[in-house]
């Protein structure tokens, strides 16, 4: 099978691209910066230059292709210009759908995040629930509409799609939210901790390679949501095992959720007047996302998928180990 790949140089995606050299699939890689193709080339994959706003280019990655996983996003919780969420995670997830359907590729693999669900009633959450009124962060809300695009392809052009929902990812190279927060702790940037008591359904990296890997050679699944993750913790739970596996002291003040939220509204509000990211990664978004955080059932991969997870204890270890060194 010859798969054509969109983010191939992200968190995921090289983790991704390293679990697919080791079968016998054939990969394109679409990329926007060739000084990341190293690795990839070194890899088999056959590279090619230019980002998901280019249909031509998207065409022509796709020619001969049997499948496409499209990883490619913004996934940020604080821009200077908040159109570009829009360009990419909307309108690029539109371009990639439509030239899939018009190169005729058996399967789309939509890379998506378990935060488009918002806050559902239900909790844990399922891939069937009802997704919540509100969405906390313009990432989670670009992604959303960008999951609506993608199904309506499905649903109205009768699209080959299957939509993967990863939880909160952890594990080595982590350079987003994630692994900025788990440095920050090593490096006792952080005055206090918050949110203690805020939950989050982790998952480490390779299992969502490896679960976008069983999605696409899946047969009979065009139409099947699943939410990849398993492991539900706390922020003081997960504080904790960062303490313990690095052997640096947490911050000992806690600060209360009203004072976070202030801060974050004032160094949001600086950062736009600066067009610097807001110190400490306190944007309105991203405190936000923390503070309600999402709880959802992941074991329908591993049922339908065959999955097995890592436990994050490990995917913690790892990612530590990558940032010491």
């Given at each position: 099978?010859?798969i054509?790949?969109?983010?191939?140089?992200?968190f995921?995606?090289?983790?991704?691209?390293?679990?697919?050299?080791k079968?016998?699939?054939?990969?394109?890689?679409?990329?926007?910066?060739?000084?990341?193709?190293?690795?990839?080339?070194q890899?088999?994959?056959s590279?090619?230059?230019?980002?998901?706003?280019?249909?031509?280019?998207?065409?022509?990655?796709?020619?001969?292709?049997d499948?496409?996983?499209?990883l490619?996003?913004?996934?940020?919780?604080?821009?200077?210009?908040?159109?570009?969420?829009?360009?990419?995670?909307?309108?690029?997830?539109r371009?990639?759908?439509q030239?899939?359907?018009?190169?005729g590729v058996?399967k789309?693999?939509?890379?998506?995040?378990?935060?488009?669900?918002?806050?559902?009633?239900?909790?844990?959450?399922?891939?069937?629930?009802?997704?919540?009124?509100?969405?906390?962060?313009?990432?989670?809300?670009?992604?959303?509409?960008?999951?609506?695009?993608?199904?309506?392809?499905?649903?109205?052009?009768?699209?080959?799609?299957?939509?993967?929902?990863?939880?909160?990812?952890?594990?080595?190279?982590?350079?987003?939210a994630?692994?900025q927060?788990?440095?920050?702790?090593?490096?006792r940037?952080?005055?206090?901790?918050?949110?203690?008591?805020?939950?989050?359904t982790f998952?480490?990296?390779q299992?969502?390679?490896?679960?976008?890997?069983?999605?696409?050679?899946?047969?009979?699944?065009?139409?099947?949501?699943?939410?990849?993750?398993?492991?539900?913790?706390?922020f003081?739970?997960l504080?904790?095992?960062i303490?313990?596996?690095?052997?640096?002291?947490?911050?000992k003040?806690?600060?209360?959720?009203?004072?976070v939220m202030?801060?974050?509204?004032?160094?949001?509000?600086?950062?736009?007047?600066?067009?610097?990211?807001?110190?400490?990664?306190?944007?309105?978004?991203?405190?936000?996302?923390?503070?309600?955080?999402?709880?959802?059932?992941?074991s329908?991969?591993?049922?339908?998928?065959?999955?097995?997870?890592?436990?994050?204890r490990?995917?913690?270890?790892?990612a530590?180990?990558?940032?010491?060194?």
């Amino acid at each position: 099978m010859r798969i054509f790949i969109t983010g191939a140089t992200g968190f995921i995606g090289t983790h991704l691209v390293r679990r697919l050299s080791k079968t016998k699939h054939q990969l394109c890689c679409l990329i926007r910066d060739p000084g990341k193709a190293g690795e990839l080339k070194q890899l088999g994959a056959s590279i090619l230059i230019g980002d998901v706003t280019d249909k031509a280019c998207l065409r022509e990655g796709m020619r001969g292709c049997d499948g496409v996983i499209h990883l490619a996003n913004l996934y940020s919780f604080w821009e200077p210009d908040n159109r570009i969420y829009r360009q990419i995670n909307i309108e690029g997830t539109r371009n990639v759908m439509q030239d899939a359907l018009e190169m005729g590729v058996s399967k789309v693999v939509h890379v998506s995040t378990a935060g488009i669900y918002g806050r559902p009633t239900v909790c844990p959450f399922t891939e069937e629930s009802p997704v919540g009124p509100v969405r906390f962060s313009r990432y989670f809300q670009t992604k959303y509409e960008g999951d609506q695009v993608a199904w309506e392809f499905y649903e109205k052009k009768g699209l080959p799609l299957v939509v993967v929902y990863p939880g909160s990812v952890l594990g080595p190279g982590d350079p987003k939210a994630s692994g900025q927060y788990i440095q920050n702790l090593l490096n006792r940037r952080l005055p206090a901790t918050i949110f203690d008591d805020s939950i989050l359904t982790f998952v480490c990296v390779q299992d969502v390679a490896e679960a976008l890997v069983r999605a696409l050679e899946k047969e009979k699944n065009i139409g099947e949501k699943y939410l990849v993750g398993k492991y539900r913790y706390s922020f003081r739970e997960l504080n904790q095992m960062i303490g313990e596996i690095s052997g640096i002291p947490l911050p000992k003040i806690r600060l209360p959720g009203f004072m976070v939220m202030m801060n974050a509204l004032l160094l949001t509000g600086l950062a736009a007047l600066t067009k610097k990211p807001p110190l400490w990664g306190m944007s309105m978004d991203q405190m936000r996302t923390m503070r309600y955080g999402f709880c959802f059932d992941g074991s329908k991969a591993e049922r339908d998928l065959g999955l097995s997870y890592t436990p994050i204890r490990t995917a913690l270890e790892e990612a530590i180990a990558s940032y010491r060194q």
